[in-house]
C-alpha cells in the first residue's frame, strides 16, 4: 500500500530523531566516560599530594626521621641539623649532615649505621681510637693556611699534648703540608662551613677523623684560633661535646623532641660531670672561643686517662 505524503513525512521526521537521539547517547556516553576520568585524575592528584604531605610532615626541617635516629645513635643532636655539600680545597667534595655548629657527618658513613645486633633500637657505642700499645697522632696544615693560623694549630697541639701526657695517646705537630702524612689534616674548604667557620668530626673504624675544615669566615684572631683548634682536635679524637644531649650552653635552644628515638648514648668517665658543668668548658656546644685557651681543661685529661691508661 503506497504511503501518504504525511506518512512519508513522518518517518523522515522519526528517522531524524531516532538519528539525534542516538547521536545523544553516544556524546552522553563519551561525556562521562571523560567526567570519569576526571574524577580518576583528580582523586591521583589528591592521593599524590596528600602522600607529599605526609612526606613533607615526616622532614618539615630537612631531615628524616631515619637520619635523626642514626644521627642520635652517634651521640649527635639531631636539632638543627641539614645537609650541605663540603667541598675541599683539592675541589673534591662529599655530602655531609652537619649538626651541633661544628659536627660533620658524612652521608656516606650514616648511612653505614644499622642497628646494634640483637637489639630492635639504633645503639651505637663507639667513638673511641685503636691505640694498642701506644699511638702518636699527627696533625697537618694545608700549605694555604697563613702563618698565624698555622701557629695558633701549632700552640693548639702543644697544649692538648701537654694535657693528656701519660695516656697511650700523643699528638704532635707536623710541618709537612702532605696530606698523606697526617691523621687530622687541617685545610680550607672552599664552601659548605657553616656560620662557625669551622668543622670536624666524630672517630671512625677506630681512627681520628681526618678533617679539619675551616672557611673565610674562620676567625682572624690567633689566640682564639688555638682555642678553637683545641676544640676541634678533641672532637677528632673522641670527645663530643658535654651537653650534646641538652645543648645547655646555647642560649635559647627550644629543645628536642627524643619521644619515639633511641637512647642517647655515651662515654662516660666516673667521677666527671656529666652534661654541662661550667660555662667555660672547651667541649661546650656553645663554647666560648674568647675564654683564655686553658680554661675548661680540666676534665680532658680524665677521658684520656679513663679509655687510654698507660
Do not use: W
Not at 582523586?43 to 599524590?48: E, K, S
Not at 633511641?262 to 667521677?271: A, E, H, I, N
Not at 672547651?282 to 686553658?294: E, H, K, R, S, T
Amino acid at each position: 500500500m503506497k504511503k501518504s505524503f504525511y506518512t512519508r513525512e513522518n518517518d523522515k521526521i522519526m528517522r531524524v530523531l531516532s538519528d539525534k537521539l542516538k547521536t545523544n547517547l553516544r556524546q552522553m556516553k563519551t561525556l562521562k566516560n571523560v567526567t570519569l576520568l576526571a574524577v580518576i585524575a583528580l582523586g591521583m592528584v589528591l592521593f599524590a599530594c596528600q602522600k607529599e604531605d605526609v612526606k613533607t610532615t615526616e622532614t618539615e626541617d630537612g631531615i628524616s626521621k631515619e637520619v635523626k635516629r642514626k644521627l642520635i645513635s652517634l651521640g649527635v643532636n639531631p636539632y638543627g641539623a641539614y645537609k650541605e655539600f663540603i667541598k675541599y680545597e683539592d675541589g673534591t667534595g662529599e655530602d655531609v649532615y652537619i649538626a651541633e655548629n661544628d659536627l660533620m657527618v658524612p652521608v656516606e658513613r650514616l648511612n653505614r649505621v644499622k642497628p646494634k645486633e640483637g637489639t630492635n633500637a639504633e645503639e651505637y657505642v663507639g667513638g673511641l681510637l685503636d691505640v694498642g700499645a701506644s699511638r702518636t697522632i699527627v696533625v697537618a696544615a694545608s700549605s694555604n693556611l697563613n702563618y698565624m693560623t698555622k701557629n695558633a694549630l701549632r700552640d693548639a697541639v702543644s697544649e692538648i699534648s701537654s694535657t693528656i701526657f701519660g695516656t697511650k695517646i700523643d699528638v704532635s705537630y707536623s710541618y709537612s703540608s702532605n696530606q698523606n702524612d697526617a691523621d687530622i689534616y687541617v685545610s680550607y674548604a672552599t664552601s659548605g662551613v657553616g656560620s662557625t667557620g669551622i668543622l670536624s668530626g666524630l672517630p671512625q673504624n677506630g681512627d681520628p677523623y681526618d678533617n679539619i675544615l675551616i672557611g673565610s669566615n674562620f676567625h682572624n684572631n690567633g689566640s682564639y684560633q688555638q682555642r678553637i683548634f683545641m676544640h676541634n682536635i678533641l672532637h677528632c679524637l673522641g670527645l663530643h661535646h658535654n651537653d650534646a644531649q641538652s645543648m645547655q650552653s646555647c642560649p635559647g635552644y627550644p629543645g628536642f623532641d627524643y619521644s619515639d628515638m633511641p637512647s642517647f648514648p655515651s662515654l662516660y668517665v666516673p667521677g666527671t660531670p656529666s652534661g654541662y658543668y661550667s660555662s667555660t668548658a672547651i667541649m661546650n656546644v656553645c663554647y666560648d672561643p674568647y675564654a683564655p685557651v686553658n680554661y675548661g681543661l680540666e676534665y680532658i685529661d680524665d677521658f684520656f686517662q679513663f679509655f687510654y691508661y698507660q
